[in-house]
């Protein structure tokens, strides 16, 4: 591209503390400040570049191919100014990893539209996603019937959660067993990722589950990882204590995908201020609106009847990347204009097939508390009973059948064995007996072996 100018400036070593993008511009007399694109070198070098107009303005429209995982596990969203691809990773085949993943940005900065590619990708590619979209299932309402589970309330989210924990530690107890020190992919378990769009929602101050969903992310976040249990975050917050404190995010820039939109300043102060942002990272600001020049308008002249309408959307830093300081964009994903229905290009985009996955079964994780509350509240023809509830074994999951059956004093493994298959539900077979309890034993909710060879449960205080 000739007519772009580019300047190479010497920097202080380790680069520049402070980055003042509007005075560069004054400087190089550009009143269009999207032009303008600074990206800090690494060492002393960084470079200046002047394009005609933002090179981020035009993207093309995603395809399935750019969200096809690649060998190394990697999906493209977008590219970077100079054309060169935005790279996010889903998986670590190296590693057997499973990533975590968070995407912010204010209100309309484009946070929806990238999860919606992600969950075309994880269709695409066999990765079973359980997805809760907090804002009533407006933020990617395509998405149903096209992941394995979609919860739209908070509280169906906690359970959501609390199940993608749970089988994080049936994984682990079970991998033990195969004497597995990892991950591998679809052997048997299919890699499996928790999605939250407006995760803000159950993090914020005096969200109703705020405690529970910030441990449950933390834990999936550390334990999931290495069992190919992933989650994935998005949003939307003017400070950290509305994301559970800078703790959430600690954990998610330590080791994961971080994907920074649209932001406030006052957020990106914060960020910095708590470490979260390496300090000295100079992020030239996302403006709302791209191409507007900042002139005055003399007496006769007109403004463009556009000129005040976001366009930046998509528009992000990917923090964790290999250029954090670049300026990307996502492809566009799904129609420009508004749909009255379901956008047909994401539906497209999705394909027909029947996305990969069993629903994670959300009764299965109320507690007897909860599961009380929710069944004795509406019925009028509810008998008021102390007796012990009817267990609908057919719904519980294995762990509460067995946890059901045990008596105080345990019982042995073929006793056991026999119980859970008397009882009503689905055939347990003794390798998912085995590897349930050891979950159990893992969570301090039945006791370690001993000699008796007797199972034996933990009563809860
Ligand atoms: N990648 C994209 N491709 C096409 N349109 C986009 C894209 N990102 C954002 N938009 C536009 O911006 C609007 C807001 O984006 P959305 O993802 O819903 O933002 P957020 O979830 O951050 O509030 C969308 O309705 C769409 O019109
Ligand atoms: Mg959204």
Known sequence: MSDVREYVLKTPPG????????????????????????????????????????????VREISLDDLAMDGRGRITLGTYFDGSPLRFRLFDPKTGNAQRGAVFGTTGAGKSRLVQAILVACKASGIVVHLADLKHGQSVPEAKGNVATRVTTQYEAILMLR????????????????????????APDPLTYGIVDEANRLLEKGAPFRDEAALLIKELGRTGRSVGVGIIIAAQAGHLDELGGSDTLRAMLKEGEVILLRWSSAMMQQLVGDGLIPRGEALQPIPKVVGQVRKIRRYNETRA???????????????TG???????????????????????????????????????????????????????????????????????????????????????????????????????????RRGSLRTTISGLRGKGEIARPDSTGLIVPIPAD
């Open 15 to 58: 680069g520049i503390k402070r980055y003042d993008h509007e005075a560069l511009c004054d400087l190089l007399k550009v009143e269009d400040y999207s032009r303008v694109i600074f990206e800090q070198g690494v060492g002393r070098e960084a470079i200046v570049r002047v394009y005609p107009t933002n090179p981020l303005m035009d």
């Open 163 to 186: 199940g993608l924990v749970a089988e994080a530690e049936r994984r682990m107890a079970a991998y033990a067993e195969m004497g597995r020190s990892g991950f591998v992919k679809d």
């Open 305 to 319: 009847d556009d000129e005040d309408d976001v366009n930046s959307q998509g528009m992000l830093y990917h923090l």
């Open 322 to 428: 290999i250029r954090p300081t670049s300026m990307a964009r996502t492809y566009v994903v799904g129609s420009i204009e508004p749909c009255t229905g379901y956008d047909p290009l994401i539906l497209a985009l999705y394909g027909p097939q029947a996305p990969p996955g069993e629903p994670i079964d959300l009764e299965a994780h109320m507690t007897a508390k909860e599961r009380k509350a929710a069944g004795g509240g509406d019925g009028e023809d509810d008998e008021p009973s102390t007796s012990e509830p009817e267990l609908d074994t057919a719904t519980m999951s294995t762990a509460q059948r067995i946890l059901a059956a045990l008596p105080a004093d345990g019982l042995t493994e073929v006793d056991l064995l026999a119980a859970l298959n008397a009882d009503g539900g689905r055939e347990v």
